[in-house]
């Protein structure tokens, strides 16, 4: 089955700055990458996602970045705010969802 | 659109007690999904289904039973409640399962003791 890594654990980034977290995947046959961004004590909220057949794609301050060749994606945060403060999932996958293990991304103010 | 609703919010069950969580969505969404979130770490997958009258196993089954008699509903039932099943338990759905966003419930916090 598919194996999602997802680094670092913790990311603690100064107001304004940008943040950036990286997943890897196993399985060649994944071909949907979203990212959620889940506050506490709510439910995960996709953020952004991004489909095999494309290299790259932003959204106002995110962005994500997908190589299928090295099998990783990652996620971009620019001018980041402290409400962007939150534990970040990346998943893998086709019918299912493989889930990395999360990101606690923390704005310092 | 409610979205998708979760039943109960809270529960605490005793080692040994079974029970059925409750899932619902009105979007007319074809795939369902139940993940478990244990505390700190990512979601886990227990069972999908495609569509009514069909579910399939994900990573993490044992223990628990879905069906899928409508398209707006996806219980999951626990029999035999154990200490390890203590989790917060997320219910989702999406219009395809490929490539397809999922939509969050808000979740299920229980309490095996």
């Known amino acids: 089955g598919e194996n999602v890594e997802q680094h670092p654990s913790t990311l603690s980034v100064q107001e304004g700055d940008s943040a950036v977290i990286k997943c890897t995947y196993s399985d060649s046959a994944s071909n949907y990458f979203p990212w959620y961004k889940q506050e506490l004590g709510k439910r995960p909220q996709l953020i952004i996602d991004?489909?095999?057949?494309?290299g790259e794609k932003k959204d106002q301050r995110i962005a994500v970045t997908l190589n299928k060749t090295a099998k990783h994606f990652s996620l971009h945060i620019t001018e980041t705010q402290p409400e962007d403060s939150a534990v970040y999932f990346c998943?893998?996958?086709?019918?299912?969802?493989?889930f990395g293990s999360g990101t606690q991304l923390t704005v310092l103010p | 659109n409610a979205g998708v609703t979760q039943t109960p919010k809270f529960r605490i069950l005793k080692i040994g007690q079974s029970m059925t969580l409750q899932c619902a969505q009105d979007m007319n969404h074809n795939y369902m999904y139940w993940y478990r979130q244990d505390p700190g770490m990512g979601l886990k997958l227990i069972y999908y289904s495609v569509g009514a009258g069909i579910t399939d196993k994900g990573e993490v089954p044992n223990g628990y039973n879905v069906s899928r008699s409508t398209t707006e509903d996806f219980p999951l039932r626990l029999e035999l409640a154990a200490p390890s099943q203590t989790s917060v338990y997320f219910c989702a759905s999406s219009y395809t399962g490929d490539r397809g966003e999922q939509y969050f419930g808000p979740g299920t916090r229980l309490t095996v003791t």
């Open positions: 991004i489909r095999s057949n494309v």
């Open positions: 998943a893998a996958g086709t019918r299912q969802l493989t």
